[in-house]
């Protein structure tokens, strides 16, 4: 249980934990955390060396977000990178899905170090900092801090959901759609640039092929035949970029809409609970006036706590995304700048070459 | 429209500088046939000012639609400072008078590659927009291809003195007349006959073989890319005009954010503007198409005036082949012996031999023969000669005509791939502004 909002890695002053990923080769292979806690100008005394560096699989890290989960149930936790894929479709050994996922495990572990409460999880800890995470024994002997709190499944009914919580609902709906709206979107336009990209490359061809045909007319027409090419290259560029950065980070806050909406579902049941256990209670002290029982007292502490960290994490949530879509949205916006600089330059710089000759023709000529 | 400077004697205007708009360019190219300064282009500048629709009665009786097109012609002396520019001399033509004026000139100047007319239906196009032959966009293009004809035409060294095409210019009524008594209908069919014809010849002028090779494969390669162009344009259409939907999609997600709205609704409009842009880029680069037709049909010409050369050659080495034949059978019925079968030969064996009366006259009649053979080769061997240097004296008119041509049209193309990325640039730059306001 967790009270208050003690201050993240990250803002507290010190020196914040980086991660640096490297991955071996295959995607099953072991990836490599380092953690850098900036010599000893760190206070994180539960670290008892500056550096770490560890190999963890991603079964570690889903091990890491569900002892989370357990633990900190009223918290957001950031989703991983989808667990499951299918092996025809994607190659799990392929240099992009490795650094695909790579960049996703280290922003999901980003996001635990800034979180004020998350980063002071000893799960996180023996994660960052243990050789070998012996998760069979389950580290409950470091567990000091949480008891662990029984999800109750189903079983209890709201009355009332406070409106705040049914706002927070609304969005995550609707902004969930929005979010699959602008995934078809992007794809759409990958397959459109993949499918003008298979024609711009023939008609480059043509111009090589007329080049044969000609004298004066063979450097203009080479000129534009390589400026086609100097575009293609570009467009694949930009069209990689877009699947690799773009729709990777589009599909993460998918599920992160998923976990929040989790979290929320959480906090309506410990509300039913806490709802139910007081009705029951109200009852038995009408017929028999004992008092109040601690457990009813527990659930409502219970639930008030659930709806702060609930608000202090939406709120953190709210202002991550808002950084997160400007950064990916602007990052949108500079590749394609820079694919039509690239293009803007090779033609150019025909003209350039085509005009030389021009006025190099009219010097020999008046000679 | 850029007058020539009447002083200069300089060639070809120099682009100085990426900010030349395409139509610019297009008008030095303009300006490069009327500085070209034939004497007809002296006297008159002509335009292809409007165009028209009509309706009217057919040659069957029916109601039909068509355009018409207004030609302009004014005198070609500068306007002094502050005076108005002389009312032109108008009339209207429509396009089947331009066919009947092409077709009286390749019929009178075999020799000389005729530049052809803007095509009579729409076709490497893309979207299937501008398909119509009514089509406002369509009726345009024709227009500038049918002035450019008619500049072509105006500023060619032979072609421009025609007297024929000056009344086209000028004689709205009997102009048709005037065509019909020239009697070039009836070279029309020969024309048309020796074209079709299948004829081997021995010793075609090895320039012709190689020029009608080049015309050859110069149409197969820019067929193609006119065809591999429309498909570029139909892709990237679709590309630009996906971006559309992000306008849409930001615009409902700004509802329901509150600091994030205003540049997530602002980005979304210039994603509207970007996809509305592709209309205008494509529609410039029609000028381009337009371009490289002119001379994907200028090939056609070529070949028409190659195959000229190989007729001309053919009836030649025929009337040469006749005489040897002739010479031949004189030498034989003079010294008496048959080297070559002939069906007199034959019948004078079976039948006996001929009198010396009937061999001395037939003798003479051969003797006169040959002489008027030898007069034919003579002419003939004057025709292709004469045919083989004003033909190629053009020929490489047009070849010098062609190089800068398409280079033109190549740097105007690259001007227009430049203005399209700037566009890219600047509506990418303005969204990412408002990406960073979010």
Not at chain 1, 165 to 179: H, I, P, R, S, V
Request: net charge negative; charged share 30%; aromatic share 8%.
């Amino acid at each position: 249980m967790s009270v208050g909002t003690p201050r993240g890695l990250a803002s507290s002053g010190q020196k914040p934990i980086a991660e640096i990923l490297h991955p071996l080769s295959a995607a099953e292979e072991p990836l490599s955390v380092t953690v850098n806690l900036g010599g000893d100008k760190t206070t994180r005394v539960e670290f008892d060396l500056p550096e770490y560096c560890v190999w963890r699989r991603y079964q570690d890290f889903d091990w890491l977000r569900t002892k989370l989960e357990d633990s900190q149930p009223t918290h957001l936790i950031p989703p991983l990178p989808e667990k499951f894929v299918m092996k025809g479709v994607v190659d799990r050994f392929s240099e992009e899905f490795v650094e695909t996922r790579m960049k996703a495990l280290d922003k999901f572990l980003k996001r635990i170090a800034d979180h004020p409460v998350l980063s002071f999880n000893p799960h996180l800890n023996a994660f960052l900092t243990a050789k070998d995470l012996n998760k069979r024994q389950g580290l409950a002997l470091l567990t000091k801090v949480g008891e662990s709190v029984k999800y109750v499944a189903g079983g209890y009914k709201l009355r009332a959901r406070p409106a705040e919580f049914c706002a927070m609902g609304e969005y995550l709906d609707t902004f969930n759609q929005k979010l699959g709206t602008i995934d078809r979107i992007a794809q759409r336009i990958l397959k459109e640039q993949s499918e003008y990209l298979t024609e711009l490359r023939e008609y480059g061809t043509v111009y090589s092929s007329w080049v044969g045909l000609e004298d004066e007319l063979r450097r203009p027409l080479e000129g534009v035949a390589g400026c086609v090419t100097t575009c293609c290259g570009a467009l694949e560029d930009l069209g990689e970029n877009m699947s690799q950065d773009f729709l990777p980070v589009l599909r993460e806050y998918v599920l992160y809409v998923e976990s929040m909406k989790n979290v929320l579902r959480k906090r309506d049941q410990s509300q039913a609970e806490y709802e139910a256990r007081l009705e029951a209670a109200i009852l038995r002290k009408q017929e028999d006036r004992s008092p109040m029982p601690v457990e009813v007292e527990k659930c409502q502490d219970k639930v008030e706590c659930f709806n702060a960290d609930l608000k202090a994490d939406w709120e953190r949530w709210q202002s991550n995304k808002r950084q997160d879509f400007k950064q990916l949205l602007t990052g949108m916006a500079d590749k394609n700048i820079n694919h039509y600089e690239k293009c803007q330059a090779a033609w150019e710089s025909l003209i350039t070459l085509l005009q030389d000759k021009q006025t190099e023709d009219k010097t020999s000529e008046t000679n | 429209m850029m007058m020539a400077d009447s002083g200069s004697n300089e060639e070809v205007a120099v682009i100085v500088n990426t900010d030349i708009t395409s139509t610019e360019s297009e008008n030095n190219l303009i300006n490069t046939m009327v500085e070209r300064g034939t004497a007809l282009l002296r006297k008159m500048e002509i335009n292809v000012a409007e165009a028209e629709k009509r309706t009217g009665k057919n040659t069957v009786n029916m109601q039909e639609t068509y355009t018409v097109y207004l030609i302009e012609i004014r005198p070609a002396e500068t306007v002094p400072e502050g005076g108005t520019p002389a009312t032109p001399d108008t009339l209207w033509r429509r396009y089947s008078e331009f066919e009947l004026l092409r077709t009286y000139l390749l019929v009178t100047y075999p020799y000389i590659i005729i530049p052809p007319l803007p095509e009579k239906r729409a076709e490497f196009v893309w979207h299937k927009l501008a398909a119509d032959n009514l089509d406002p966009d369509f009726v345009e293009r024709r227009r500038v291809g049918l002035e450019n004809f008619l500049l072509r035409v105006a500023s060619h060294p032979v072609l421009s003195n025609d007297k024929i095409f000056f009344l086209f210019l000028t004689e709205e009524k009997g102009w048709r007349e005037a065509v019909l008594e020239t009697g070039f209908q009836d070279k029309v069919d020969s024309r048309l006959k020796s074209l079709s014809a299948m004829f081997r010849v021995k010793n075609p002028d090895k320039r012709f073989t190689a020029l009608k090779h080049y015309s050859d494969e110069l149409n197969t390669v820019i067929s193609q890319l006119l065809r591999v162009r429309v498909k570029v344009a139909d892709r990237l259409y679709g590309v630009y005009k996906v971006h559309g939907n992000y306008g849409r999609v930001f615009s409902e997600w700004s509802a329901i954010e509150k600091e994030m709205g205003d540049g997530l609704q602002s980005a979304g409009h210039h994603m509207d503007t970007y996809a509305a842009s592709i209309d205008d880029i494509l529609e410039e680069e029609e000028h381009y198409a337009d371009q490289l037709k002119e001379y994907l049909f200028y090939t056609d010409a070529v070949r028409s005036v190659c195959r000229k050369h190989e007729l001309i050659q053919y009836e030649l080495e025929i009337v040469a082949q006749d005489l040897v034949h002739k010479k031949q059978q004189k030498e034989e019925l003079a010294t008496g012996t048959v080297r070559i079968f002939s069906l007199k030969g034959m019948t004078s064996k079976l039948f006996g031999q001929e009198s010396q009366e009937q061999r001395e006259s037939r003798l003479a009649a051969l003797e006169q023969s040959i002489q008027e053979g030898e007069e034919t080769l003579k002419e003939k061997n004057t025709e292709c000669h004469e045919f083989v240097q004003t033909a190629w004296e053009d020929i490489e008119r047009f070849k010098e005509q062609k190089d800068k041509d398409l280079r033109e049209a190549l740097i105007s193309y690259a001007i227009m791939q430049i203005s399209m990325c700037k566009k890219g640039i600047q509506v990418w730059s303005n969204a990412k502004e408002c990406f960073n306001k979010m």
